[in-house]
Nanobody
């Protein structure tokens, strides 16, 4: 059974940093695309960052480019999101996801097959 479990969320002041982790189990994700999405209160879930080919190809949403960094652990079954210079607009539940990595929309919501339950990030101003 495939499981994605996020951790590392919490309360942080604006300008601060957090590192989210996602532990994947149930299969080998080495060749899978993995990504982070978020859903703010009252808004739809949106793409944050994703990578495929063992992390060799990476995409970021414009809103986080230069502030967030996605990376994989050595075993490629762990995904990280380093978040710096956080602001109130980053407040959301953050979800880890994994998919086959094929197709032009591999990094988007519809390209993901597995989802975690999310971890809450709250940025206070």
């Amino acid at each position: 059974q495939v499981q994605l479990v996020e951790s590392g969320g919490g309360l942080v002041q604006a300008g601060g940093s957090l590192r989210l982790s996602c532990a994947a189990s149930g299969r080998t994700f080495r060749n899978y695309a993995m990504g982070w999405f978020r859903q703010a209160p009252g808004k739809e879930r949106e793409f944050v960052a994703a990578n495929r080919w063992s992390g060799g190809e990476t995409y970021y949403a414009d809103s986080v480019k230069g502030r967030f960094t996605i990376s994989r652990g050595n075993a490629r079954n762990t995904l990280y999101l380093q978040m710096n210079s956080l602001n109130s607009e980053d407040t959301a539940v953050y979800y880890c996801a994994a998919g086959s990595g094929y197709g032009t929309s591999w990094h988007l919501d519809g390209g993901m097959d597995y989802w975690g339950k999310g971890t809450l990030v709250t940025v206070s101003s």
